[in-house]
């Protein structure tokens, strides 16, 4: 039996991403990530020696779609036993062991005693007590807020970033106003903002941030946009999806 054997669930799917180079088990009817996810990848900017902490991680598909970028050691943070496990599943199946850890527990409440060059997350989007929560529980609380709110995460990046640190979000259009209150509340400072456009003459439906301590002035950068036509992926989101490495503000 080979190790994808040994390692896949019988209610998960084997999924391949960047051409191959990246492989992850999900839950066939659970939570299932979806375009945000390398989306957020690729706007994370990283060097080799950069300590990288993730709040929440659900399968673990971010920290292993960063995993082709410099980093030294990334801590995934996940509160849902099924998923940290199907994470660590994850990070094994591609042989990440020494520099990608899971932790279940819940963010709110995590503590090493450290600070991180980089802090990410791709966090619940829907707002508690709104819209309807999924048969599966795994999924309602992997996409509402019922385990943390935007206050929650931004409190946790603000305690666990370092000072000369940058944290990265992606949150759907709609939640913008929520979360520059919850920016407000920290030390943290708007640095960038990209936009992403389904089609180019549509409203957007999500925006890529980034935050640090010191900036003075927000960048708005040129908008990402997904499709040409329907079925039709523009040229960077075909990139994108492949796995390119560079610099969004570029």
Known sequence: MNLDD????????????YHGRIRVFQKKKGYRFSIDAPLLADFV????????????????????????????????????ASLADLAQRNV???NCEDRIKVVRTDLRFFSVGKKYDVVFSN???????????????????????????IFDIMQRTEE????????YFVY????KED????????????????????YRDSEPN?????????????????????YEREGEYTKETQDIFSGRIHDPTD
């Not at 619940?124 to 385990?147: C, D, N, R, T």
Request: glycine fraction near 6%; hydrophobic fraction near 35%.
């Open 206 to 226: 999500f925006f890529l941030v980034s935050c640090d301590f010191s900036t003075r002035e927000v960048q708005l950068l040129r908008p990402l946009v997904l």
């Open 6 to 17: 040994q390692l896949k669930g019988e209610d998960e799917t084997l999924d391949t991403f």
């Open 92 to 94: 094994r199946l591609n």
């Open 172 to 175: 759907p259009a709609i939640r």
């Open 45 to 80: 900017q990283t060097k080799e020696t950069d300590q990288i902490l993730e709040l929440g991680t659900g399968n673990g598909i971010l920290s292993l779609l960063l995993s082709i970028k410099p980093f030294a050691h990334l801590t995934a943070l996940e509160i849902q």
């Open 179 to 198: 979360f520059m209150r919850a920016i407000h509340d920290t030390r943290l400072k708007v640095r960038n903002i990209r936009y992403v456009f389904p």
């Open 123 to 149: 966090p619940p989007y829907i707002k508690q007590k709104a819209g309807h929560l999924s048969p599966s529980g795994e999924k309602s609380v992997a996409k509402h807020e019922l385990k943390c709110t």
């Open 160 to 167: 666990s970033l370092k000072r000369q640190g940058e944290a």
